[in-house]
Every structure is written in C-alpha cells, then in structure tokens.
C-alpha cells in the first residue's frame, strides 16, 4: 500500500498515526495478484465513460477533465495515465496528450489521504470518511481509495490516539473494498463475478439504493423470529453477507454451524446502512457503524478481505442510565464504564422493545425503554465514557492513560496508567477528615493498579498493596492521602484474567476478606497515634508508683 499524504496533514498524524495504520494493514493483507505500476484514469469533463471489450482502458466520451481527483484529493499527474477520448458516436477511439506518468510502483493500492473541512464534514458526528476511487479491469479490485478525516474533529491528545487509529484503520477498510457500492462487484477464487453481469458488463443497477445489485451468493436476505416484551414474537428482516469465509468465521464466532453469513447493519441512514457489521451482535468490532469503546478487528472483518482478494458478544445490561450515575466496568475491565440504557421522548418500534420488567420503571413507560446507540438496535450495553467541563474534554474513562488521572480530589482513591484495570466497589468510599465527611454519589467501579506474583494477584491502593486470590473476596481499604483518609471496598476480579501463575483450588486461603486497619481520621498520621499509644503505656509503670508513693 502507498499513501499520498497533502501538505495539510498534522505532523504528529503523518509521522506516527499514518504510518501505525498502514503499517497494520500491510502486515493483515495481501493481494492474491501483483501487477505493474498503479496507474488512474482520467476523469472526464462530461462525466461519461465508455469501455470496449477487451480493452481495460476507460475512454471519455468528449474531452479529458483538466485534473482528476479521489475524493478532495487531486491526484498529480505522474499518477495518471495518458487521456483517452471517443467521438461521439463511439466509433473513434484513441490516446491523447502527454503519455503515461510513471505511476506508484511496488503497490497494490494507493491511498489518498487529507484533512480537509468538507460538506460531509459538517454532518453530525463525522470524524472521518471514505471509499475507493478505482477500480482495476480484471477483478473489480480497488486500486485506489481517499480517506479525509475532519480536521475539526481531530484530536492530539495522547489519551484519543487509539481511538483515532482505529477510525484511521477503519476507514481505509472501506476504501480496501467494505463498501456496499461494491458488494455486486466481488468475485469468487477463480476470479469469476459472483454477481451476473449485463452485456454492458455492469451488474444491473438498483435505482432506490443508488447502488448495483448484488446476488444472493454476496448478501442474503433472511427473517427472523425477534423476541419483544409480553413473550411475543414478530419477524424482523435481515441481510447478511454471504461470501464464503465470512461464513466460515461468523459460523465459528456464533458456533452456529447453520448461519447463513455476517448480519449488516440496518439502520444509520445511506453512510451506514449496508456499510458496516450489525452493531446489535458485533458491539465494538471495529467495522461496525459507529465508535462506542476499545475497537477491535475480529476475523469476520479479516474474512471479508480475503473474499475480496486481500488475502465476542458483548454483554447487555439493564440498569438506567440515570443521576447518580452506577457506574460499572467495560466487558474486558480496562475502562470504567456505565450502562447506556435510557428513557427515549417517544415508543420505540415494537421490534426493539425488549423490557418485561426494569426495577423502578412503571410497566405502561418499558416501551420507551432501550440502549442509546440506536445503530445497535437500541440494545444497552456498558459503555466507556469521557469527562467533559463547560463542554470542554477533560479526560476518558479508560484505565490504562495516566493522563486520565483525577485531579487533587480522587474520590476512589483511583489510579490510572499502565497496570490499571477496573475493578468493581462494593461500597462508595468515603472521604473524611477530624470534621469532614465526604462522598462522591457516581460510584460502583475504579481504576485501580495491579501486578502478578507468584502468589497470585495484588491491587495497589496508593503505596498499599492487598493480596486478590479469591474470585469476589472483598478488600478493604483505609489510606491516608492529602490530608484526608479515604475508606472503601473493593471486589477481587478473577486472578486468571489478568495473572498466568495463579493458586490452584486447595491453595486458596479460607478468609475471604482482605482488610487493612482503619485509620483515625483525627489524626495527622497513623505513626502518631501508634506512638501516643506506646508513649502511654511505657509511662504506666511510672505513674503506678506516684499512686504507690502517694498512698505511703
């Protein structure tokens, strides 16, 4: 793969986010056929193409346009290939102007990436977009694709790296061939269209999708029995994608040996629909629609690029989403996070009301009761979530990025960085001075250091470790720091999950609490009220014999 990086491109984007992503790409995929220099056609200042048969060049009917571009993109001229024109009857064909341009050479595509402010910028949400340019003749491959991200939605901050790697990763993705524009273009092993073509050598073109229609050997359509409130059924209708290995690998995913193919998402609108993996069953697979937390590129995705010739459900959860907030940790317990479940102004549709009973909800409001990512079918799952003053950033949710460290007042007595993982309270902490007494009301799980030894797991409160062998053995805390004694509990998470060497079953003590003595929250320090104690006691023999001496 080759980028093509404008001048407007932040550094720190060029030198490490840019060269990170392509970096993973290269090493995920390869093409099955390598061709010579990657050369484009021109555009055509009337926007009409013709092809001839056997003839992989595309000729303009009428003159050259004066630039071509991908996306905002213009691409430079040693990129091109020479102008090729038709008459108007089509009967006279050939080259014209300058020649060739070199071209990209050891490539298998090309890819065209900007941060320019653009109309689709200015949609909601966009942080970045792409698609693929052209294609080559033989296998409808993409050869070269544009990428923009919005530079108002870009970030430099050290703790969105990650996420905006993923957005970059995920969107060239797109530009690869994960685009429904394409679905009716894929071909099979043998190089053989799996969608039939007309004689013009188009597939048939579907006037109210905008797109070309696809065969069901690419997309399926099927209906499913969907569960809603009250024990009632309706059919729900889906289109899944077909090719052969994303079967394989949705099949293996589910361990259902009888799925007919990956399910697409349904909603989103023109952008998402039919774009990306259904949010509902893939939460935060990285090609899925939108960006909740912690993106990952699962086999499925991998699949997909193989069939196009480049060689875990989340749990639900159903607690409201309300003031004060419960929190709860991510399903991998790297980031804190809270259950996105909420009351919509209006009923959702009957296929997405799944409530029977929320505690505390009344039983007539459950319909208008689901998760707030509407792409996921409104299914609420625990998600990540940033801290935000006057509308500004301050910081995110997830553990392991010590610039996400509380200020001066750390409630939890929290810790993030590396070694960080969310751990679960099972009682808020509390901060208290000789005549203060404070609570932060959002609790329910922190952030919280941890290492392995040959004993098993050990959580770090401040300089204070504790010993977590036993999978819901409770810690109790009690430390002194900036002037004030914090108290609390934590639950232990399963050693495995984080630990190779953990006890073995016989091996795990029989106490299954953890507790540190509860400091005075009156005294400066828990060494001085020690020495009080000793002080007294070492003048009781002292003061016994003026009692003795008093009575003679």
Known sequence: MHAYIIDLFPLCFKDKLLPQAIDYLQK???????????????????NQYLRKRDDPHRYCQGPCADITKCGPVVVPEQHLQQCRVCSESGKSCGPVGPPDGEGVARADFVLYVSATTTERCGQENIVAYAAYCQLESELDRPIAGYANLCPNMISTQHQEFEGMLSTVKHEIIHALGFSAGLFAFYHDDDGKPLTPRSASGLPAYNESLGLYQWSDKVIKRATRLWDIRGGHMVRHTVHLLATPRVVEEARRHF????LEGMELENQGGAGTEFNHWEKRLLENEAMTGSHTQNRVFSRITLAIMEDTGRPTLSPYCESVRSAPLQLTCRQDQLAVAVCNLQKFPHVLPVEYQYFDHIPGVPEEDLPAYGGAVEIADYCPFSQEFSWHVGGEY?????????????GEINYGVEHYG???VCLYQKSPFVMEQCTKRMTYPDWGSGCYKVSCTAQGLLVWVQNDSYPCVRTGQVISVSIRMNGWVYSGQLICPTCS????????????PPLNTTKSARLDPCSRSSCLVVNLWQLLFSLTPLLIGFLLCGRD
Not at 396 to 403: D, K, P, V
């Open 28 to 46: 995920a995929f390869r093409v099955r056929r390598q061709s010579g220099p990657i050369l484009l056609s021109r555009q055509c200042a009337t």
């Open 394 to 406: 301050q910081r995110s949710s997830y553990c392991g990025i010590q610039e996400n460290q509380p």
């Open 497 to 508: 999950d984080f630990c190779s060497d953990c006890p073995l079953p016989h091996e795990i």
């Open 418 to 420: 590396p070694g960080s």
């Open 255 to 258: 361990n259902c040996p009888i």
